[in-house]
């Protein structure tokens, strides 16, 4: 599975857009995004994933460059409730299924 | 419905002792996987069990660990003589089927403590 890369930390104030970015430059034409969050003291909640084209759902945005080689989550007004750990992983089709994890970006939002 | 569950929440022991720790997939879920993390650490991917196939073992630190899975259900993670170094949270996950494009849900996980 190809490797990614992501800041270890950042700031977003509340209410106001968290954009948290990956680098996954590697990546091949099989390997789909996926982006997971571990509040603390809980198990990892998976967001939201996406192969080539831009995803929306409930939770999150998420937005592939066209080489793929990168991609943003987008949490639209992010809350308190946000602060969170986010992996960002990418994992081929005919693998067996197991979840790679980084270190991940630690998301303070702050009021 | 039911997300997955784990038991116990909390694992005290002494070193030296064998534990037991339990996790209920989600039902229908047809692979099951457990992981664990160590404090301020990321998940370590221990063992994978896909339906009837072999279970995927690549993942486990050493002979004391050892798991199984009944059927589609239940599955026990146990280790052998624990060590100080096997605290952890051991979390658990359970999927439709494995593919790419599926959703492991993962449960709150069990915090393991060797004294």
């Known amino acids: 599975d190809a490797k990614t890369t992501q800041p270890p930390s950042m700031d977003c104030a509340e209410g106001r857009a968290a954009n948290l970015p990956c680098n996954h430059s590697t990546i091949s034409g099989n390997e789909y995004v996926y982006w997971y969050r571990q509040i603390h003291s809980q198990g990892p909640q998976y967001i939201i994933h996406g192969l080539k084209n831009n995803e929306t759902n409930e939770m999150a945005s998420l937005i592939i460059t066209e080489d793929r080689k990168s991609s943003t989550l987008i949490l639209p007004h992010a809350t308190l409730r946000d602060t969170a750990v986010y992996y960002c992983i990418v994992r081929e089709r005919s693998n067996t299924g197991k979840l790679i994890f980084g270190q991940g970006t630690t998301l303070q939002v702050k009021p | 419905g039911a997300g997955v569950s784990q038991s116990p929440s909390n694992k005290v022991t002494e070193k030296g002792k064998d534990v037991e720790l339990r996790c209920d997939p989600i039902s229908g879920h047809t692979a099951l996987y457990w992981y664990r993390q160590r404090l301020g650490q990321g998940l370590e991917f221990l063992i994978y069990f896909q339906g009837n196939s072999a279970p995927d073992k690549s993942g486990l630190p050493s002979d004391r660990f050892s798991a199984e899975r009944t059927g589609e259900s239940v599955s026990t993670l146990t280790i052998q003589r624990t060590q100080q170094e096997d605290s952890a949270v051991y979390l658990c996950?359970?999927?439709?089927?494995?593919?790419?494009?599926?959703?492991?849900?993962f449960g709150p996980g069990t915090r393991l403590t060797v004294l």
């Open positions: 996950a359970s999927s439709l089927v494995s593919r790419a494009a599926d959703t492991q849900y």
